[in-house]
């Protein structure tokens, strides 16, 4: 996965997509990777027009079109870079995971279409079906997000106890390391709901106390020296909150595959991207 060495950037033509741009190529720049740019499109009510029966030439002058527009983009986002143009006809989550699929790439950077006041519930239906199908690292992030500059010099890594933490903290050290960026990890306990009528104060030091020693030993474990938290925030607020106090770059997070859809690193990441203050890149 790192580094990496070939990245797909879905094009819509959105304000978003064009924020995001300047990052997409200063991470292009800086591992000197491949770019490829895909572009999907519908055909609309013109597939079922009799214009489509009457002249089979007319799908082909349409994706010249679109490929001609694809070309103009990457001339004015991406000057003086070689990079690659795919433009398919098709459903956008469909066309970039089949990509991914049949050409590779280590790294999907997709802006989030969240907005309005569920933005916090709701991602892009393309964003949402790409973090969910597509194997490789997912680079994404809010327009609000988007005005954190390319520059990576700090990074947050959000560490769980599952069996992808190790992973996940590799690759963070793995990424801030050539960036010469600072990393910093944090650890959301996650104590027994008080809707059980339980009192944890008793026991809530040993929780942290168990939690901090698990992530000491899987520091020396990667000879990894970087600072960390333990916190008994809920996870989004937490990660949020010291992404926002460390002036981060970037936040690292698994996708919680090695435990299913339903895992909760998975089942918060959505919310965690539309509030995060800048780019997350989940593993």
Known sequence: MLPFRKILFPVDYSEPCRAAAPHVMAMMDHYQAELSLIHSYGLGPIAYNEMMLA???????????????????ASEEFPGREVGLFVEQGEA???????????GTDLVMIPAHGHGPLRRLLLGSVT???????????W?????????????????CAVDDSDEAEAVVKAAELFARPFGAKLFLL???ELP???LELDVSSFR??????????????????????????T????????????????????????????GLLSGVWSRLYPLICEAPCPVLSI
Request: charged fraction near 25%; include cysteine; proline fraction near 4%.
């Open 55 to 73: 002249d089979p030439l007319l799908p082909q002058q349409i994706k010249s079109v679109e490929e001609k527009h694809l070309r103009a983009f």
């Open 93 to 103: 989550g469909t066309v970039i995971h089949n990509f991914v699929q049949h050409q």
């Open 128 to 138: 949402t079906k790409v973090l969910h199908d597509v194997s490789a690292a997912v």
């Open 140 to 156: 994404t992030a809010t327009t609000s997000g988007l005005t954190t500059p390319p520059a990576c010099t700090s990074i947050v």
């Open 187 to 189: 650890h959301a306990v």
């Open 193 to 195: 709901s008080l809707a």
């Open 205 to 230: 030091k040993a929780i942290m106390d168990s939690a901090d020693e698990k992530l000491r030993e899987l520091k020396r474990k990667l000879g990894i020296d970087a600072p960390h938290r333990i």
């Open 232 to 259: 008994d925030e809920v996870m989004m607020d937490g990660i949020r909150h010291e992404a926002l106090w460390r002036k981060a770059s970037l936040i690292i997070v698994g996708r919680g595959r090695s435990q």
